[in-house]
């Protein structure tokens, strides 16, 4: 049977009635990216995770108030929002490419460095001082 979240926080933590959630997630292995339950951000409440909810588990261990819903969308990112609290819960798809792929890093040839070498050599070989 389903656990009933209730459609709101306690007074001063609007986020306190969706801690079941992220105790089931933590039973489940996944844990918070910034080792801290909600943060304050943009007038709401977060809680980011270091992986992707577990969506089908969350659907089937609890029942949800009509604000609060959750998902997947096409990347694999995942989400559960509060509307009516400004409360939510994302994980970023770890496996997504963010962005365009970096070119690699410039590294001089072989023979560049030998020549650049030499020449400092030359330099400080021959400086009157």
Same mark, same amino acid.
């Not at 609060?68 to 009516?84: E, N, S, Y």
């Not at 400004?86 to 590294?107: C, S």
């Given at each position: ?28 292995? #996944? ?22 909810? #577990? ?37 970023? #798809? ?36």
């Amino acid at each position: 049977m389903p656990v009933r979240i209730a459609s709101q926080g306690e007074p001063g933590r609007p986020w306190s009635h969706l801690q079941p959630v992220l105790d089931a997630e933590q039973d489940w292995g #996944n844990s918070t990216r910034d080792g801290f339950r909600y943060i304050p951000q943009n007038g709401g409440w977060f809680a980011f995770m270091r992986r992707p909810l #577990n969506i089908e588990g969350l659907r089937a261990a609890f029942e949800f108030p009509e604000h609060i819903t959750c998902g997947r969308q096409d990347d694999g990112d995942t989400w559960l929002v509060d509307t009516a609290n400004d409360v939510r819960i994302d994980a970023v #798809n770890p496996h997504r490419r963010l962005g365009p792929p970096r070119p690699p890093p410039h590294r001089p040839a072989p023979q560049a460095v030998r020549a650049m070498t030499a020449r400092c050599r030359l330099r400080t070989s021959t400086d009157p001082s």
